[in-house]
């Protein structure tokens, strides 16, 4: 594991962009499997600098992203598709068509979450895995549970969560779906690398807890120490 620590946000999104570009200079159709929320947008940004003076190109990048809201469409202002269109694919040259995000409407729940393990499989795997951390150390939406859900599965969002999020639906603890779809830690765990991203003191001790304390379901970061090539970029006081 390597923690990395930035001095303020945009050193951390600037850091965490570095790697994200390295892997693509590298590979240049790797599978990123890619985040969503408040801490990688200045990362995202980052990267849509260097796309736009021709450093970088995502042209051949396959993307997998962590997450849906159930019930939202893609074309909701929350749901997470309009999310990684409106901050990051619609500004990079990369073909839309190779970018995934699970289905949040969908009819039968047991195969759209085979359907998304199969296509990362069929990817063969995930190069590299961008990653935020929830105050109750979910990562996608990996809640506290008593076991680690390892396939991609409909979760019961829990109400620290909905409100830790209630931010981007304008306040409106109601409007925040109740479930999400996820890519579960199997996928997560099998990517060659894992990069996470936290910001600030707010995420601190949650980081603390996920790095140094015992591997845990009840929180799920945790079982990233077992991950050989981890890196965390993170804005926090060092610890
Ligand atoms: P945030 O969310 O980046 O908005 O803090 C992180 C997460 O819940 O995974």
Redesign the pocket.
Known sequence: MKIVFARDYQDMSRKAANIVSAQVLLKNDCVLGL??????VGLYRQLIEWQKKDDISFRDVRSVNLDEYVGLPPEHAQSYRYYMNRTFFDHIDIDKANTFVPSGLFQDAAAECAAYDRRIEAFGGIDLQL?????NG????NEPAEDFQMNTHVVDLMES?RR??ARFFGGDLEAVPRQAITMGLLHIMQAKRVLL???GDQ?REVLLRALRGPVTPKLPASILQLHRELTVVCSCTPF
Not at 35 to 40: K, N, Q, S
Not at 131 to 135: M, P, S
Not at 138 to 141: T, W, Y
């Open positions: 985040a969503t929320g408040g801490t990688p990653l935020g951390i929830g105050n979910h990562i996608g939406f969560t830790a999020n991203v936290a910001d995420k």
